[in-house]
């Protein structure tokens, strides 16, 4: 099995920033077979929603709400992947859940138990 810890999530101003960790540890087979890491986040009475993804290669995935605020990065040595949160609002209020797929999957594999991001306006 894999397991995902976040970090970083908290209290912010509209304009702030954050900063998102997310460790991988476990069964080493699992974690060799990981391609897609990436963050999800979920609001109160909303469904689940994919916010960034990048693949092993470093290809990464934006949604459209978070292009050119939010970053993802990846460091493999440490099985970590990143999120970073510029320019805030209040609409980006959520649980933030970090994610991985295996190469042979369609649908993360894994799921982290999330961090709560609060922006006050």
Avoid: H
């Avoid at 970073?84 to 797929?101: F, G, M, R, W």
Wanted: some cysteine; aromatic content about 10%.
């Amino acid at each position: 099995q894999v397991q995902l810890v976040e970090s970083g999530g908290g209290l912010v101003q509209a304009g702030g920033s954050l900063r998102l960790s997310c460790a991988a540890s476990g069964s080493l087979f699992r974690i060799i077979i990981i391609n897609t890491m990436g963050w999800y986040r979920q609001a109160p009475g909303k469904q689940r929603e994919l916010v960034a993804t990048i693949t092993r290669g470093g290809e990464t995935n934006y949604a459209d709400s978070v292009k050119g605020r939010f970053t993802i990065s990846r460091d493999s040595t440490k099985n970590t992947v990143y999120l970073i949160l510029n320019s805030l609002k209040p609409e980006d209020t959520a649980v933030y859940y970090c994610s991985a797929q295996t190469f042979s999957a369609t649908i993360p594999d894994y799921w982290g138990q999330g961090t709560q991001v609060t922006v006050s306006s």
